[in-house]
């Protein structure tokens, strides 16, 4: 399992639509080519100014929704494990969030080897 997974997607938010019109139409395709090929390292290989400054400004929330996307990734993780480890250990038993982040690795690891690490406890 990826410990950060890409979004399968991502947004264009309508705030940057000003800043993308003043774009020539060829740093708008390099651009979105940029923007759909990001994985959080790489940018446009671009000395044009304005599309070095419009990628700075869409990177930030490209990075923001990537960020809220692994959490968002690592909460179902942890909701899933709840719901196996809730069937199976007594009440008291159950790991809170933090305990499971560390027992599992950083949320990489599944809900029976989890348990089998808790029951070695």
Not at 12 to 28: F, H
Not at 51 to 75: F, G, I, K, N, V
């Amino acid at each position: 399992m990826k410990e950060n997974p890409s979004p399968p997607g991502v947004m264009i938010y309508r705030g940057s639509r000003e800043l993308i019109a003043q774009l020539p139409p060829e740093s708008v395709k390099a651009l979105m080519l940029a923007i759909l090929d990001y994985d959080g390292t790489n940018g446009p290989d671009t000395e044009d100014p304005l599309l070095r400054l419009a990628w700075a400004a869409m990177r930030e929330r490209l990075d923001h929704d990537r960020e809220s996307y692994a959490q968002t990734c690592l909460t179902n993780r942890y909701n899933r494990f709840l719901g196996t480890a809730r069937r199976m250990l007594p009440a008291e038993s159950v790991p809170d969030y933090d305990s499971w982040f560390e027992l599992s690795e950083g949320g990489t690891l599944k809900a029976a080897a989890i348990l089998r690490k808790l029951r070695k406890l």
